[in-house]
């Protein structure tokens, strides 16, 4: 058991540019969940997948995020034309997918937008 | 709809003191609860979790929650702390049955104080 792992752990980018984080769940694990932190501030909720299904979205999810999950591995974040506001650590963890499950959370990607 | 409420953001105890950070919940259906630990630049690390079998809950590094329905609480306590406790905690509550999205509090920052 290797754990949730996230990269980049640190992104640096400018104002109306595209990113994209990468999350690798435990391998065993059928869902995976993203969630956005800010400063001072618990996770918040983004999406959630059953295998490579996207099963539920949060409104904190623009247009302008999306998730994917192919394959029903490893999952994607995208974030285009990056504003400020978008600044923040996003967290990623995954689960067996039993009725008291635990999730088990990646160290996180911290995103700066300038 | 569920929902936590962490009594204060910031707690100070001494090296050696009791440790209670305080945790209410709102839920409409019988929920599970969760206290997580997130070190500074980590992501979150589960404490210990309430699913409805024993009310006093026993966790790692010597952390213990009681849920008490009555009170709608699921406070934190560890009788002697440690400096390696010094972290943010998180509280968290789910509902119950097949996937639940988990809720989590706005954490409060532990400090101690040697």
């Known amino acids: 058991d290797t754990g949730v792992s996230q990269n980049p752990r640190h992104k640096i980018t400018k104002r109306g540019q595209n990113v994209t984080f990468r999350c690798d769940p435990i391998?065993?694990?059928?869902?995976l969940y993203w969630y956005r932190q800010t400063l001072g501030q618990g996770p918040e909720f983004l999406t959630y997948?059953?295998?490579?299904?996207?099963?539920?979205k949060s409104r904190l999810l623009s247009d302008r995020f999306s998730a994917e999950r192919p394959k029903g591995s490893f999952s994607t974040l995208e974030i285009q034309r990056t504003e400020q506001g978008d600044s923040a650590m996003y967290l990623c963890?995954?689960?067996?997918?039993?009725?008291?499950?635990?999730?088990?959370f990646g160290p996180g990607t911290r995103l700066l937008v300038l | 709809a569920q929902s936590v409420t962490q009594l204060g953001s910031h707690v100070s105890v001494s090296e050696g003191a009791l440790v209670l950070l305080r945790c209410n919940y709102s839920s409409s259906v019988p929920p599970y609860l969760f206290w997580y630990v997130q070190y500074p630049n980590q992501g979150l690390q589960l404490l210990l979790k309430?699913?409805?079998?024993?009310?006093l809950v026993k966790g790692i590094n010597g952390f213990e929650a009681e849920f008490k329905k009555s009170e709608t609480s699921f406070h934190l306590t560890k009788p002697s702390a440690h400096m390696s406790d010094a972290a943010e905690y998180f509280c968290?509550?789910?509902?119950?049955?097949?996937?639940?999205?988990?809720?989590f509090g706005t954490g409060t920052k532990l400090q101690v104080i040697p």
């Open positions: 391998s065993e694990h059928n869902r």
């Open positions: 963890a995954s689960s067996l997918g039993l009725a008291q499950e635990t999730q088990y």
């Open positions: 968290a509550v789910s509902g119950t049955g097949g996937y639940q999205k988990v809720t």
């Open positions: 309430y699913t409805s079998a024993a009310t």
């Open positions: 997948f059953q295998n490579e299904a996207q099963l539920e």
